[in-house]
């Protein structure tokens, strides 16, 4: 049951979130992102076992703009959460979990690399 | 309704594991694709094939695969207890959490089934 006397702020306009907060929230939306964009992905390997023919098309498919948005999103997402997911693991381990600014630390490597293989990742996708 | 659910709750516990356990399943496969594609920029539909042929590999496949079908029921029944709440949305919040869960499942069951088909061509 829901104590409705219990003072409760959720009003996100009042709330500042911290870098690891933001980390931890487009862990949860890249997520589930990822497990929709895995329908692309698996289509993509569908179409590049089929046959020759469809492996060829589904090689040049970056040239249609919808395609290539679409691949983006999905690696970018896959991309994000992996690597914010690895940060998990690393803290599991006992590295980086002692204070809140060591997870302030790795939230902003995490952040960084992320960055680093989005801007990588973006690059492969235009050109 | 919510009886037939828990029987598919494990503990917070094995929950933990199970998710860290497929993400290293899921890391791997990830690095090994990544690292075929990079060292092969050149590469042909039969190379690729080839690849995906062998036994070792589609059992790889698979086993990612299953690993995203727990990882994403756990993942998922994580976010939506936190936000499809009674606090958030009112009093269906059990019925519609419970409605999505059962979505969640026919997608992952899909994408297993489609994976198969996949691979071994049924």
């Known amino acids: ?127 | 309704m919510m009886a037939f659910f828990a029987r598919f709750t494990l503990t917070g516990p094995s929950n933990w594991i199970i998710q860290r356990i497929t993400a290293i399943v899921m890391a791997a496969y990830l690095f090994f694709i990544v690292g075929f594609l990079v060292t092969n920029p050149a590469l042909t539909y039969d190379q690729w094939s080839a690849l995906n042929g062998l036994l070792s590999m589609r059992i790889f496949t698979l086993v990612t695969i299953a690993a995203v079908a727990f990882h994403a029921w756990i993942g998922m029944r994580c976010v939506l207890t936190d936000y499809i709440t009674v606090r958030w949305i009112g009093p269906k919040a059990n019925g519609v959490r419970n409605v999505l869960q059962l979505g969640l499942g026919f997608i992952i069951l899909f994408y297993l089934v489609w994976t198969i088909k996949i691979l071994w061509g049924l």
């Open chain 1, 1 to 127: 049951m829901v104590d409705k006397k219990r003072p409760v702020n959720l009003d996100f306009g009042t709330i500042k979130f911290p870098i690891t907060a933001c980390v931890s929230i487009l862990h949860r939306v890249s997520g589930v992102v990822t497990l929709f964009a895995l329908a692309i992905l698996l289509w993509l390997l569908d179409q590049s076992l089929a046959s020759e023919q469809s492996f060829e098309a589904v090689s040049n498919i970056l040239s249609y703009p919808i395609a290539q948005f679409l691949i983006w999103g999905s690696l970018v997402a896959l991309t994000y959460h992996t690597v914010a997911g690895i940060r998990h693991l690393v803290m599991d381990l006992g590295i980086g979990e002692e204070s809140f600014n060591s997870g302030r630390i790795s939230a902003w490597v995490a952040v960084v690399i992320a960055v680093v293989l989005i801007a990588a990742l973006t690059g492969w996708v235009i050109l």
